[in-house]
């Protein structure tokens, strides 16, 4: 519980709390010097930043006005018990079925939020501020709202026809139909090319039929599709005139709107119990002979007429388009869990104190040296989005997707978006779990929300394409990259910078035999230490390629293109603050700094393969590392503080902003039900033991 029941707005709250303070009463709660001293250490902790928290607060927002926004919305939703469960309910308490009627709650609670005068009269910056404040609020309504919204709107957005947009848009936008995604299917996950579901042509009724052959066709983890979802988009293999043309995107009805029945020959379900996110309703489908009209099929790049002439799209490639944002917007959610898991395992650190000088767990090396590259790395992955969205834009052009632009940046997207996830999604879970040891056993409390989150995480890691084979994918297309540069002198022409420039000096990067770093090891230093060893890893196991099957070479493959997303973030962060002269440029030169010095020592083995870094510099880095790390330990409560984070987003009461936990603690457990009292199984299992 981080809301005070007093301040609840639930029916049930002030009798809760008249009960609260009748088994308080009978507690002995007299404050001890650690309960006191927890207050004043985390405001010396506050105290000791040595940077403005607000300024770096509109940076984390992405601006002043956006920060001032999702402020307001923060206070919005707080007291509003469709949107934020009040106690004396707790959200860790709720069943699989409330989970889910909660979560379709604040979906149609923020819907009508959005529709309110007041709100709409602030313009569109509230609007969006209020859904992400409620996304970062819950997971469950962040992946279902997303599935409609990101998912199920960006495949109209890419590859709809102006006139299907015209036709579908507004229903999205308004919620009259509510969206899923159906590309995962039960035998092939997101491997589209082995896609089973069929969409055949029928030129006499004008119509596609829809069909799931096999029991490996189902549809499956399809979020929405088991209770809510009235239509789909559907990916399917399509046949015209019996030819298989490849692969399309097509609007289905599932279900009946006003009923919520599903349609003749629709068959879903929902899968049930999952590890986290109880109140997405992921779902199974299948098709039996389903008919839509043909100008159901999408057709922006893809056309069929009436006559059964089929146009195809420009590249087959173009069908994938909707994999890319949704790749991205996994890497965004992925720092809003991780961002919130450090915030919590921070601030207990600082006020949480043990050993032979009583000092808080934060000073000692183990705990700072992890916490504090985790910290550098959320600052690299949210400066690193405003570049990635920038560049996507790019293809899309604001809905205007020219698919020639598309196609000739594609590659280049698609090795970023899946080497990020993969690096975002390898590092975070080892962020996750470093901060449920920094908490010790409080973090194994449903209640203080880490646990949570790492089972709310797990989904991340696999979703919009497995780590693995997003990484593998990565590394194939930068040895092209590098193949067509040493062979033709060859390199892609992109209306950004590529992520992969560096290969531009290939050349010059294998011609030098060992790094010759500058005294003070600069961070230009480090940044041509990665890139080399980069390209020099790949260039070796293109070579290997030769005579070596690719799938003995994989281990080494996803490590380089793992280590060309930690080179991408540090060179995209040197970019941006090397000559910042902002208030806020020293802590974000120094974040900087720790990344690619983190980078350096976490690929260092890269680097011994190819000979081209010695133990003795290895030592010089680890030492600076350290030291940089150290000089940092201060700063770790304004730097999370700057997340800006209300208490009852976090839903940790070890993480309270003021510092005074355990009295929270101990209020949430007291508040839970039938925590006090006699069990009702004591008669039938209790008593004939104990009073036979």
Same mark, same amino acid.
């Given at each position: 519980?981080?809301? =005070?029941?007093?301040? &609840?707005?639930? #029916?049930?709250?002030?009798? +809760? !709390?008249? /009960?609260? %303070?009748?088994?308080?009463?009978?507690?002995?709660?007299? =404050?001890?010097?650690? &309960?006191?001293? #927890?207050?004043?250490?985390? +405001? !010396?902790? /506050?105290? %000791?930043?040595?940077?403005?928290?607000?300024?770096?607060?509109?940076?984390?927002?992405?601006?002043?006005?956006?920060?001032?926004?999702?402020?307001?919305?923060?206070?919005?939703?707080?007291?509003?018990?469709?949107?934020?469960?009040?106690?004396?309910?707790?959200?860790?308490?709720?069943?699989?079925?409330?989970?889910?009627?909660?979560?379709?709650?604040?979906?149609?609670?923020?819907?009508?939020?959005?529709?309110?005068?007041?709100?709409?009269?602030?313009?569109?910056?509230?609007?969006?501020?209020?859904?992400?404040?409620?996304?970062?609020?819950?997971?469950?309504?962040?992946?279902?709202?997303?599935?409609?919204?990101?998912?199920?709107?960006?495949?109209?957005?890419?590859?709809?026809?102006?006139?299907?947009?015209?036709?579908?848009?507004?229903?999205?936008?308004?919620?009259?139909?509510?969206?899923?995604?159906?590309?995962?299917?039960?035998?092939?996950?997101?491997?589209?090319?082995?896609?089973?579901?069929?969409?055949?042509?029928?030129?006499?009724?004008?119509?596609?039929?829809?069909?799931?052959?096999?029991?490996?066709?189902?549809?499956?983890?399809?979020?929405?599709?088991?209770?809510?979802?009235?239509?789909?988009?559907?990916?399917?293999?399509?046949?015209?005139?019996?030819?298989?043309?490849?692969?399309?995107?097509?609007?289905?009805?599932?279900?009946?709107?006003?009923?919520?029945?599903?349609?003749?020959?629709?068959?879903?379900?929902?899968?049930?119990?999952?590890?986290?996110?109880?109140?997405?309703?992921?779902?199974?489908?299948?098709?039996?002979?389903?008919?839509?009209?043909?100008?159901?099929?999408?057709?922006?790049?893809?056309?069929?007429?009436?006559?059964?002439?089929?146009?195809?799209?420009?590249?087959?490639?173009?069908?994938?388009?909707?994999?890319?944002?949704?790749?991205?917007?996994?890497?965004?959610?992925?720092?809003?869990?991780?961002?919130?898991?450090?915030?919590?395992?921070?601030?207990?650190?600082?006020?949480?104190?043990?050993?032979?000088?009583?000092?808080?767990?934060?000073?000692?090396?183990?705990?700072?040296?992890?916490?504090?590259?985790?910290?550098?790395?959320?600052?690299?992955?949210?400066?690193?989005?405003?570049?990635?969205?920038?560049?996507?834009?790019?293809?899309?052009?604001?809905?205007?997707?020219?698919?020639?632009?598309?196609?000739?940046?594609?590659?280049?997207?698609?090795?970023?978006?899946?080497?990020?996830?993969?690096?975002?999604?390898?590092?975070?879970?080892?962020?996750?779990?470093?901060?449920?040891?920094?908490?010790?056993?409080?973090?194994?409390?449903?209640?203080?929300?880490?646990?949570?989150?790492?089972?709310?995480?797990?989904?991340?890691?696999?979703?919009?394409?497995?780590?693995?084979?997003?990484?593998?994918?990565?590394?194939?297309?930068?040895?092209?990259?590098?193949?067509?540069?040493?062979?033709?002198?060859?390199?892609?022409?992109?209306?950004?910078?590529?992520?992969?420039?560096?290969?531009?000096?290939?050349?010059?990067?294998?011609?030098?035999?060992?790094?010759?770093?500058?005294?003070?090891?600069?961070?230009?230093?480090?940044?041509?230490?990665?890139?080399?060893?980069?390209?020099?890893?790949?260039?070796?196991?293109?070579?290997?390629?030769?005579?070596?099957?690719?799938?003995?070479?994989?281990?080494?493959?996803?490590?380089?293109?793992?280590?060309?997303?930690?080179?991408?973030?540090?060179?995209?962060?040197?970019?941006?603050?090397?000559?910042?002269?902002?208030?806020?440029?020293?802590?974000?030169?120094?974040?900087?700094?720790?990344?690619?010095?983190?980078?350096?020592?976490?690929?260092?083995?890269?680097?011994?393969?190819?000979?081209?870094?010695?133990?003795?510099?290895?030592?010089?880095?680890?030492?600076?590392?350290?030291?940089?790390?150290?000089?940092?330990?201060?700063?770790?409560?304004?730097?999370?503080?700057?997340?800006?984070?209300?208490?009852?987003?976090?839903?940790?009461?070890?993480?309270?902003?003021?510092?005074?936990?355990?009295?929270?603690?101990?209020?949430?457990?007291?508040?839970?039900?039938?925590?006090?009292?006699?069990?009702?199984?004591?008669?039938?299992?209790?008593?004939?033991?104990?009073?036979?």
């Amino acid at each position: 519980m981080t809301i =005070p029941v007093q301040q &609840s707005t639930d #029916a049930k709250a002030r009798a +809760a !709390a008249a /009960r609260l %303070a009748q088994i308080k009463a009978q507690l002995n709660l007299t =404050p001890s010097a650690m &309960s006191l001293q #927890a207050p004043r250490d985390m +405001a !010396a902790e /506050r105290a %000791a930043a040595d940077f403005d928290v607000q300024l770096l607060s509109y940076f984390w927002a992405g601006g002043e006005r956006p920060f001032r926004f999702l402020q307001q919305a923060y206070r919005i939703i707080k007291g509003d018990p469709e949107i934020v469960v009040q106690p004396p309910r707790n959200v860790n308490e709720l069943t699989r079925p409330e989970a889910r009627e909660f979560t379709m709650g604040q979906i149609f609670r923020v819907s009508r939020l959005l529709q309110d005068p007041v709100i709409r009269s602030q313009g569109k910056e509230l609007e969006d501020a209020l859904m992400l404040a409620v996304t970062q609020y819950s997971e469950s309504y962040s992946m279902r709202f997303g599935v409609h919204k990101a998912l199920f709107r960006n495949v109209l957005l890419m590859l709809a026809s102006e006139e299907q947009q015209r036709e579908w848009l507004p229903l999205v936008e308004t919620y009259q139909i509510l969206g899923c995604f159906a590309m995962t299917e039960l035998g092939h996950s997101s491997a589209l090319r082995d896609m089973e579901t069929t969409a055949r042509y029928d030129p006499t009724r004008d119509e596609f039929v829809i069909d799931s052959p096999t029991i490996t066709a189902t549809k499956w983890w399809i979020g929405m599709a088991g209770q809510t979802a009235t239509h789909t988009m559907l990916i399917a293999q399509t046949y015209i005139n019996d030819k298989h043309v490849g692969l399309n995107w097509f609007i289905v009805q599932l279900r009946d709107r006003s009923t919520g029945e599903l349609l003749p020959n629709v068959r879903a379900g929902d899968i049930g119990h999952k590890v986290g996110r109880q109140g997405l309703d992921n779902g199974w489908i299948q098709f039996r002979s389903v008919r839509i009209p043909r100008t159901q099929m999408l057709a922006r790049f893809s056309r069929l007429d009436r006559d059964g002439t089929y146009t195809p799209a420009p590249s087959p490639a173009v069908m994938y388009a909707t994999l890319i944002p949704e790749r991205i917007l996994l890497v965004s959610n992925m720092l809003t869990l991780t961002s919130q898991a450090l915030t919590i395992a921070t601030r207990y650190s600082v006020v949480r104190r043990q050993g032979h000088a009583n000092q808080q767990i934060m000073d000692y090396q183990t705990h700072y040296c992890k916490i504090v590259p985790a910290i550098a790395f959320s600052y690299m992955i949210q400066s690193a989005m405003s570049t990635i969205n920038d560049q996507f834009k790019i293809l899309t052009s604001g809905g205007e997707m020219d698919p020639i632009v598309y196609l000739n940046h594609m590659a280049e997207m698609h090795a970023l978006s899946g080497s990020l996830k993969g690096l975002a999604g390898w590092y975070g879970s080892d962020i996750l779990e470093t901060c449920r040891r920094s908490c010790g056993g409080h973090a194994y409390s449903a209640y203080n929300n880490i646990g949570q989150i790492i089972d709310d995480w797990g989904v991340l890691t696999t979703g919009g394409g497995d780590n693995v084979v997003l990484l593998q994918q990565t590394a194939k297309t930068l040895i092209y990259l590098l193949r067509k540069k040493l062979r033709e002198n060859e390199f892609p022409r992109l209306l950004f910078r590529s992520s992969s420039h560096y290969m531009l000096k290939a050349e010059d990067y294998l011609a030098t035999r060992r790094w010759l770093p500058s005294a003070d090891i600069s961070i230009g230093s480090i940044r041509e230490c990665l890139y080399a060893v980069l390209v020099k890893r790949l260039s070796a196991i293109s070579m290997a390629l030769d005579t070596v099957q690719e799938e003995d070479l994989l281990l080494e493959m996803v490590r380089a293109a793992e280590m060309h997303a930690a080179a991408f973030l540090f060179s995209d962060a040197i970019n941006k603050f090397e000559n910042d002269t902002s208030p806020i440029a020293s802590i974000l030169q120094r974040l900087t700094r720790v990344w690619g010095l983190h980078a350096l020592i976490t690929y260092s083995d890269q680097g011994f393969r190819e000979d081209y870094v010695t133990p003795t510099q290895m030592k010089q880095v680890e030492h600076l590392y350290l030291k940089s790390c150290k000089e940092l330990r201060k700063q770790v409560v304004g730097l999370t503080d700057a997340f800006a984070y209300p208490d009852f987003v976090l839903k940790a009461p070890i993480a309270k902003y003021d510092g005074d936990i355990y009295e929270a603690y101990l209020d949430t457990v007291l508040l839970i039900p039938d925590s006090i009292g006699v069990p009702q199984y004591h008669k039938a299992y209790i008593k004939p033991l104990t009073d036979p």
